[in-house]
């Protein structure tokens, strides 16, 4: 499975945006870029997921380098609801394929 | 109404005993998984079924079985249990047999298993 790397760790305050990088520069051209995120004694949820084209839903936008070798997944206003652990995830179709987590980046927000 | 539901919630349990975790879907999906979360937080895939039928079996001890009845539920048994089984386990499913690349997927609220 192509490998991300996104940092430990972030910091925003409420009601500002949040940009949570993701590095992704072995994807390949059938890999999906899939966002989850998991709060305080819950299971992951989804979040977001795209291919080559940026994308929007009710949670929050991704937004995918011409190149597909980096993503940013936007969160427009942080709430104190969103302090969670987010986790960017490559993964392609075929029956066999799954998620596989890395250790995702660790977002507190504050007042 | 529940789209992944996990029972028990917790479990407290002594090494060598049996026990199961089971797991329901009511969201029509085709595909279930069972995933481990360990102390250090990282969540690894244990199994996959699609249509009751075994996909994905990471490698995983043989003390772990999962079982199937229909394609809406996923249950998972382990034997002998050991210290080391100590883990949040979640389930999740899926809407289609084509794999996780388009398909969200939709996780329980967890089984925290604590194996004394």
């Known amino acids: 499975d192509a490998k991300t790397t996104q940092p430990n760790s972030m910091e925003s305050n409420e009601e500002e945006p949040v940009h949570l990088p993701c590095n992704h520069s072995t994807i390949s051209g059938t890999d999906y870029i899939h966002w989850y995120r998991q709060l305080p004694s819950q299971g992951p949820e989804y979040v977001i997921h795209g291919l080559t084209s940026n994308v929007n839903n009710r949670m929050a936008s991704l937004a995918i380098a011409e190149d597909r070798k980096s993503s940013t997944l936007i969160l427009h206003r942080a709430t104190l609801r969103d302090a969670a652990v987010y986790y960017c995830?490559?993964?392609?179709?075929?029956?066999?394929?799954?998620?596989?987590f890395g250790t995702g980046t660790r977002l507190q927000v504050t007042l | 109404d529940t789209a992944v539901s996990q029972t028990p919630k917790y479990l407290v349990t002594q090494m060598g005993n049996d026990k199961s975790i089971k797991c329901e879907q009511n969201l029509g999906h085709d595909t279930m998984y069972w995933y481990k979360q360990d102390s250090k937080k990282f969540l690894k895939i244990m199994f996959s079924y699609n249509n009751k039928e075994l996909i994905i079996n990471e490698t995983v001890p043989n003390r772990f079985s999962p079982k199937s009845p229909d394609k809406a539920h996923l249950n998972l048994h382990i034997n002998s249990l050991e210290l080391g089984d100590s883990a949040v386990y979640f389930c999740?499913?899926?809407?289609?047999?084509?794999?996780?690349?388009?398909?969200?997927?939709?996780f329980g609220n967890g089984t925290r298993l604590t194996v004394t």
């Open positions: 995830i490559l993964t392609n179709t075929g029956t066999a394929s799954k998620l596989t």
């Open positions: 999740a499913s899926s809407p289609k047999s084509t794999g996780t690349g388009n398909s969200p997927l939709h």
